[in-house]
């Protein structure tokens, strides 16, 4: 089984319609991340949880939310899409242990949204 | 501030060539650099890391990569190239002392051919 997931994994979605990606993780880290990739620019951090409590911006947040519904579980919104947000985005999850920035980041399979 | 510069967006070599993808970093902070491969329709997996031991550091599938604080470069190599090494390669760099963001280069291309 996967050790993190994202649902759906494809998504065609109309301009101004709200929409939810979704990510779970079972590696039992308490750190995670939504970045969104689009093809020559790498991927780029729109937000970040280091605990259920503390979430943060990334670089790219306007347009997007998030909500840590559980250590496990970290959801990205967009309220209104617009179709510069057609990107493919992926979640990912990370261990605070070990001392801070030597963890690597566990990616999950990745969401492609097209937004008409 | 962190950045991640990638020398060249394609790079093609022959199967059974050797294979060099460039990464050079810019850190005010001792970095932790890493190499992550994206085969077609997945996520990002990780190739090996960095984490201020040894400067040469060796990864999965034959890849190794070696830090080079003068030239603030951690580029990827691998002796001969295998069809199935073809994928997309990011490196990326999280500095120490801070909270473990990484910051991506934008990724090169590697091809390999008959």
């Known amino acids: 089984d996967a050790d993190v997931t994202q649902t759906p994994r494809n998504r065609i979605t109309k301009t101004g319609k709200r929409i939810m990606l979704e990510c779970s993780q079972t590696?039992?880290?308490?750190?995670m991340y939504w970045y969104r990739q689009d093809p020559g620019l790498g991927l780029r951090l729109i937000y970040y949880?280091?605990?259920?409590?503390?979430?943060n911006k990334g670089e790219i947040s306007d347009g997007y939310s998030v909500s840590r519904q559980a250590q496990a579980k970290f959801s990205l919104s967009l309220e209104s899409a617009i179709p510069n947000q057609t990107a493919l985005y992926f979640c990912?999850?990370?261990?605070?242990?070990?001392?801070?920035?030597?963890?690597?980041?566990?990616f999950g399979p990745g969401t492609r949204l097209t937004v008409l | 501030a962190q950045s991640v510069t990638q020398l060249g967006s394609h790079v093609s070599v022959s199967e059974g060539a050797l294979v060099l993808l460039r990464c050079n970093y810019s850190?005010?902070?001792?970095?932790?650099l890493f190499w992550y491969v994206q085969y077609p329709n997945q996520g990002l997996q990780l190739l090996l890391k960095?984490?201020?031991?040894?400067?040469l550091v060796k990864g999965i599938n034959g890849f190794e990569a070696e830090f080079k604080k003068s030239e603030t470069s951690f580029h990827l190599t691998k002796p001969s190239a295998h069809m199935s090494d073809a994928a997309e390669y990011f490196c990326?760099?999280?500095?120490?002392?801070?909270?473990?963001?990484?910051?991506f280069g934008t990724g090169t291309r590697l091809q390999v051919t008959l």
């Open positions: 990912a999850t990370s261990d605070s242990g070990g001392g801070r920035g030597r963890n690597e980041q566990f």
């Open positions: 590696k039992g880290h308490d750190r």
């Open positions: 949880s280091f605990d259920v409590k503390d979430i």
């Open positions: 850190s005010s902070v001792p970095p932790y």
């Open positions: 960095y984490t201020s031991a040894a400067t």
């Open positions: 990326a760099v999280s500095e120490t002392g801070t909270a473990s963001k990484l910051t």
